[in-house]
């Protein structure tokens, strides 16, 4: 239960987060805002009113809201409209953009506390990670943590070129060369063929790690956020290219049991080392959270923000307004299809 409270609990958290975005662009905007919502209603009370700005607390925990005050007798001959609505296009076009950019904020903070925490790769070496039992490294001799220097005499410096070597030779004797405790040692093995699931020679490689200091971790913080972004964007077109078939869009259940995995693997690394527990697995979650949160937002539809993007875009080359009876229509047809899309999504994860 305490899982899923959290898990819950950071979600909701996101998506605060988000509307929190849009909230500080269109308050230093000068666009007035008539309630922050945290949760969505039923109202439960009013936290307290600054600025103008009812500060709300709401009975669903499961985000927030921004709701821009209401002008009576608006522009365009429409009887009621919001601040937003009639603000100019490329105000409209900052305020879209914020909530986005405040979940990729969210991915670089999370990875620059790990690298602060772990340290920043070395990228120049490899570490072995894990080692099979039984597998070809192990009977060979190579222990987690040996550097690879070498293999079958050729230097390598990452773990691509250590991968392309060894299944360039399937079933063929190769060497490598490890550095361990200051000593230089050779192995030789066999890579298995066909490769079993732990591998050729099954072993887990990376790059070592290193102490950071605090503006070398938040340099990787950024480097390894859009890493992640442009994987993110790309995702559809790789799948495509590997015809795979059996990736999925997950709903709320298969991300909590996703979520319950990266967790065990942090309370099992606690337990190895208890005296340097992190939970680097839940964080890392939850970056891969926030930004295909951010980045499905970015999405040129209806209803997101890159959708009101594209009419703010499509109103400032122009250099006029689309009604807003137009806007509203448009906006109503992609909330439905991305409301239904998402019951779709989520049914398919219970129904057998």
Not at 21 to 33: Q, S
Not at 179 to 202: H, M, V
Not at 236 to 248: D, F
Not at 259 to 277: K, V
Request: net charge positive; proline share 8%.
């Amino acid at each position: 239960m305490t899982s899923l409270l959290t898990f819950i609990a950071a979600l909701a958290m996101m998506i605060l987060l988000h509307e929190f975005g849009h909230f500080v662009a269109a308050r230093l905007l000068g666009i007035p805002i008539e309630e922050f919502g945290i949760g969505f209603p039923p109202r439960l009370l009013t936290l307290f009113t600054a600025g103008g700005t009812r500060y709300t607390l709401n009975a669903i925990p499961l985000g927030g809201f921004v709701r821009p005050k209401v002008l009576k007798g608006g522009a365009e001959g429409e009887d009621v409209v919001d601040a937003l609505t009639v603000a100019p296009p490329y105000k409209q076009l900052l305020v879209a953009v914020a909530g986005p950019l405040m979940n990729i904020l969210i991915g670089v903070v999370l990875y620059v506390l790990i690298f602060a925490h772990q340290g920043i790769p070395q990228m120049d070496k490899i570490v072995i990670v894990e080692v099979a039992p039984h597998g070809p490294a192990a009977q060979a001799g190579i222990r987690p943590g040996d550097l690879v220097i070498a293999a079958n005499g050729q230097a390598v410096t990452n773990p691509t070129d250590l991968h392309n070597v060894i299944y360039r030779h399937l079933g063929e004797p190769i060497t490598l060369t490890v550095e361990r405790q200051g000593e230089q040692l050779t192995f030789t093995l066999i890579p298995r063929n066909p490769p079993p699931p732990d591998g050729a020679i099954g072993i887990a490689m990376s790059h070592p790690l290193r102490p950071a200091t605090l503006p070398k971790a938040a340099f990787w913080g950024v480097r390894a956020t859009f890493d992640d972004i442009r994987r993110i964007a790309l995702l559809p077109v790789t799948l495509l290219r590997q015809h795979e078939t059996n990736a999925r869009l997950l709903g709320y259940k298969g991300m909590y049991q996703v979520y319950r995995q990266f967790r065990a693997a942090d309370i099992q690394a606690a337990r190895q080392q208890p005296q340097d527990a992190f939970p680097v697995n839940t964080l890392v979650f939850f970056i891969m959270v926030t930004l295909s949160l951010g980045v499905f937002n970015l999405l040129p539809l209806p209803a997101l923000d890159g959708g009101r993007m594209v009419i703010s875009l499509a109103e400032m080359l122009a250099r006029r307004r689309i009604p807003v009876k137009v806007v509203n229509a448009i906006n109503f047809v992609g909330f439905v299809a991305l409301l239904a899309l998402l019951v779709l999504i989520n049914l398919r994860e219970w129904l057998p």
